[in-house]
């Protein structure tokens, strides 16, 4: 290790480095030492899990903050995540034990006592989420300057999972008026494991600031990667389609799945960590896998970690993953997803494939934080191909997918691009009622002043905020008292007293689930007493709801069902389905394909050319009826399918639209030659606007408060951040 930059280290950071046993400094932390120490810019971190970037930004802002203190919150920490900034918070908390530096906690699950002892003394080190930012705005406002009039840094942990959505716009927006109210803009450090564009992420952190972003690039060292895939069919198929919140009960059979046999001999004995895509999928197979377990007289070492699941009991499975001694099993969603420390981890396995090349980075970074192989196991399964389904049917997507998004990262480093909203009118709406609470009465010159110097309203026009105003005039959210000025109205009052105002993502009214005096978690909607639902990995029955306080008091009981968790499928790229519709052409073999996998790939490719599917795009399934494969991306196709909706029904209409996103639509319409149908809807594509892309009626309600936005921002919205005609016009073209 350099002696230089050892030596200029605070003393504790230096005994800190000493006693972990650490004889270099890695290169990421030598760079971005050199940056906080001798510049003044902003600070954009980009390698790997496990390489140490929290170290490499801590580091030198802590010796910089000990060698001067600050005498309000010196550092900042955002996090997208509690569970994050509990584990980043028991790290600090050792490493600042004999420096004289606190550290704070802020979020919903932290008592108000620890609260109120920083609001007395702001001081060291905040970890807080943006929520949670948001309410101190509003109902600390008078106190922002006395926490943080003298911040010297803002440090932003997994930036990509900020950078387009409304809830990073949100963090701009309190950066910017927090430095209004300081009178300055602190240092910025940004940190992420997957970042594909460096020029849109150093944008995204610099917004509202003249300071330039520092990007160091390291080396990737010798870390390497060892990949497996397998696919399996399942000899009895479990029904897929329920209605949301719908439960079904599933009785244990003698014969296990193989796909479920192979995870559960793949777990056994061994600390593993299962990925899925959804809540569901996470009950779902721990369920099985402790029933087989149960069956075999082993253990029961299984858990279940997902956002619907109470904090607790969510703390507990994490320490019992660190705990080195006994092999455990977790199945969980995005919220292991991100840099908690989880200890080592000896089986990390991805059931069906991942929704992006960012998320499969993120699970593959949950191994090898250790050594240096990162691994993952890929397992897949799908009902029995029969000759009798229907041509789209025919094709494994989900192993497809699963291959294209390995083989952009392996062959490409591609990694999803991830630009910010154009017109954040649902956060437009947020905002304006926020200040307006913070500030108490603004006039409207004086509010449309503050909101639209805001980085991510910088495409929103005069016009649209006056059409904005004048609508929550009319919907009684704001008023307009004597003099003029703006106050929040009663209607709107409502909203912003509710604690779930501070949050801009989409959130449901949650009922609470105890046993006795225990909270196991929550659920979307109320079940009435003997209804079965599983949660945390075990099943429960409901004996009595509370509905005044939201509350449904349960049992454990015995079995296994399905309970569907609402929400939204995360995008697939063009780039994805492109890739995909390259490799059902080559002839490449992969190495890391198991014979399932490999056996299902090459039935696919032999499947693909018997059809051309490379050179055509449009098939008759029936009379009347037809399936197109037009390889676009989620927002693409979403914009194809209204494209066919608004046809004009005096020439060709379109009926019973329907697919699988994004990768086939099927419909129905008069007979004719295929040609035909294929030359209408591109022309389709190329004479709509985007004003044919809706009713003039229609609500378009996708974001969390578009509800209160008048209709033509609603379509405003829809259009430019939702929908992608340019896109597919320019796709089109090479049909």
Known sequence: MSNNLFNRFAPFIQEWIYSSGWEELREIQVAAADVIFNSSDHLLLSTGTASGKTEAAFLPALTLLYEKPSSTIGILYISPL????????????????????????????????????????????????????????????????????????????????????????????????????IGYHPRRIGLSATLGDYSLAETWLASGTSEKVQTPIVGGGTKKIRLAVEHFINPNPIPSQLNPYATRIFKSTKNIPPAIDFLYEQTLGKKSLIFTNSREQAESVIATLRDVAARKGQPDNYHVHHGSIAGALRESTEASMREDI???????????ELGIDIGTLERIIQLNAPRSVTSFLQRLGRSGRRSNVSEILFVHSEDEPSDNKPLPYLFPWDLLQSIAIIQLYLEEKWIEPLPPPSYPFSLLYHQTMSILASSGELSSQGLAKRLLELPPFRKITQDDFNELIQHLLEIQHIEQIEDGGLIVGLEGEKIIRNYHFYAVFQDSVEWTVKQGANEIGKLGSLLLPGERFPLAGFMWEVQEALPKQRVMLVKKVAGRMRYIWPGDVAPIHTRVVQKIRKILFEINEYSYLQPGASLRLNQARKLAREVNLDSQYLYMLAEGKYCLFPWLGTTAYRTLERVLKTSDPNFLEFSKISGQSPYYLRFECEPMDLKTIEEYIQSLVITTNEHMLYDEKEKLLINKFDEYLPLTLQQKSFIFDHLDLPHLKQMVKDW
């Open 82 to 181: 509690k569970a994050l900034i509990n584990d980043q918070f028991s790290r600090l908390e050792g490493l600042l034990e004999d420096a004289n530096i606190r550290v704070w906690r802020w979020h919903g699950d932290v008592p108000q006592d620890r609260k109120q002892k920083l609001m007395k003394n702001p001081s060291g080190v905040l970890q807080i989420t943006p929520e949670s930012i948001e309410s101190i705005l509003i109902n600390k406002n008078l106190e922002i300057r006395r926490m943080l009039g003298d911040l010297q840094f803002i440090i932003i942990d997994e930036v990509h999972s900020f950078m387009n959505s409304d809830r990073g716009s949100q963090i701009l927006s309190q950066l910017k008026r927090i430095a209004s109210i």
């Open 326 to 336: 006994y092999p455990t099993t977790t199945a969980a969603t995005i919220t292991l």
